[in-house]
């Protein structure tokens, strides 16, 4: 059996800490490199190899493959929504290139499987409301929609065209306490969390009934590990997979934190994000996930949210 060697690619990132971790646990800590522009994220310190590296480097990330040894990658680096209609060059230069960078080096290098997430962002205005559909009307209005779809694309490509093992998942709106996130229009829910423990009141940049599909973190790492340890035959969808947790809105996750914190106050100023979010699905069918690598989630928001507050807390 071939001795697996891993390097996650933007591990200091809100996912990258959680997932890096996981695979320590599964492939051990010297086979998981952590990589990153900026610098190691305390929460890996002590825990495995750490390397400083820019994606964007091809020739600094493909010397790094060949003296570590390395056969698998995760590569998280990317701009995402809110930041991207920021700097919309940027997030396509980032969010296009870096992927290519990896796609390239996967071929020539053979490497065993690579792992690029998408987004339910790849989906706009056009695309249902309701149950989104694994393939259905895609027309996405943000950069990072338009990078995410077109990099769905490439990923299909080189798996047909020159047989490299890469696979994705179209994350929903990631929810954790460890690692702060990144620059999304779902990042509402993450700091609606913080704010109500720490000012027991919240000002959120969405509408109060803007319903988007989210997830927690340890079904997002959950439903990662099992698309990469599924049997290649398994795998149907070489763009990517949609795959649901929950949804809800401001005023439900608001609803939510006020059991566990009673006078907890909401109120809701929406700005350039309300358009971001208006232009994404609010639920998401996740049926073909669940057939062809029995994807199932675990946790629903009031289980989420007291895990949040419980964590938090410590
Ligand atoms: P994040 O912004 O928290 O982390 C990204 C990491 O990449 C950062 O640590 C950053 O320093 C690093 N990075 C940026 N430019 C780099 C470069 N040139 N070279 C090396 N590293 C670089 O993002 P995240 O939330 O952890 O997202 C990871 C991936 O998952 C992204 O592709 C994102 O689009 C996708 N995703 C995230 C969510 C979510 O809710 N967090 C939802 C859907 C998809
Ligand atoms: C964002 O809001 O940009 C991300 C995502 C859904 O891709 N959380």
């Given at each position: 059996?071939v001795?697996e060697k891993?390097?996650?690619i933007?591990?200091s990132g809100?996912i ?7 695979l320590?646990k599964?492939y051990?800590n010297n ?5 990153d522009?900026?610098e190691?994220?305390p929460?890996l ?10 994606v ?19 590569l998280?680096?990317a701009?995402l929504s809110?930041t ?6 940027l997030?396509w230069?980032l969010n ?6 990896v796609?390239d080096?996967?071929r020539e ?7 690029w997430p ?8 056009t ?10 009307i895609i027309?996405?209005?943000t950069?990072y929609?338009?990078?995410k779809?077109?990099?769905e694309f490439?990923?299909n490509?080189?798996f047909n065209?020159?047989?490299v093992?890469?696979?994705?998942i179209r ?6 306490y ?8 779902t990042?509402y829910a993450i ?7 720490e ?14 599909p989210m997830m ?5 790492i959950?439903?990662t590990?099992q698309l990469?340890?599924?049997p ?13 947790g929950?949804s809800?809105?401001p005023?439900?996750?608001?609803e939510e934190?006020k ?10 100023k929406?700005d350039y994000r ?6 994404w699905?609010?639920?998401i069918?996740?049926s073909v996930?669940r057939?062809?690598?029995g994807?199932?989630e675990?946790y ?5 949210t007291?895990?949040m507050?419980?964590n938090i807390?410590?």
């Amino acid at each position: 059996m071939v001795k697996e060697k891993i390097l996650v690619i933007g591990a200091s990132g809100q996912i990258g800490v959680e997932l890096t971790l996981a695979l320590r646990k599964i492939y051990g800590n010297n086979n998981v490199i952590a990589s990153d522009l900026r610098e190691e994220n305390p929460l890996l310190k002590g825990t495995g190899p750490y390397v400083s590296m820019d994606v964007m480097n091809k020739e600094m990330l493909h010397v790094q493959v060949i003296r570590q040894g390395i056969t698998q990658i995760y590569l998280l680096a990317a701009i995402l929504s809110a930041t991207g209609e920021k700097n919309p060059n940027l997030a396509w230069h980032l969010n296009m290139q870096g992927l290519l960078n990896v796609l390239d080096i996967a071929r020539e290098e053979k490497l065993s499987k690579v792992y690029w997430p998408s987004s339910i962002a790849v989906f706009g205005p056009t695309s249902p409301k309701i149950n989104c559909p694994q393939q259905t009307i895609i027309e996405p209005t943000t950069v990072y929609g338009i990078s995410k779809y077109a990099g769905e694309f490439w990923c299909n490509y080189y798996f047909n065209r020159y047989g490299v093992d890469v696979r994705s998942i179209r994350y929903p709106g990631l929810i954790s306490y460890k690692s702060a996130p990144g620059g999304g229009t779902t990042d509402y829910a993450i700091e609606i969390f913080h704010e109500a423990l720490e000012e027991k009141k919240y000002q959120c940049f969405l509408k109060e009934d803007t319903y988007l599909p989210m997830m927690y973190m340890e079904d997002a790492i959950k439903a990662t590990l099992q698309l990469m340890e599924a049997p290649a035959s398994n795998i149907t969808v070489r763009t990517s997979y949609n795959v649901s947790g929950m949804s809800f809105s401001p005023r439900e996750i608001a609803e939510e934190i006020k059991k566990h914190i009673p006078d907890f106050t909401i109120d809701y100023k929406p700005d350039y994000r309300q358009a971001i979010a208006d232009s994404w699905p609010q639920s998401i069918d996740d049926s073909v996930a669940r057939k062809d690598w029995g994807w199932q989630e675990d946790y629903n928001l009031e289980k989420m949210t007291k895990e949040m507050f419980d964590n938090i807390s410590k």
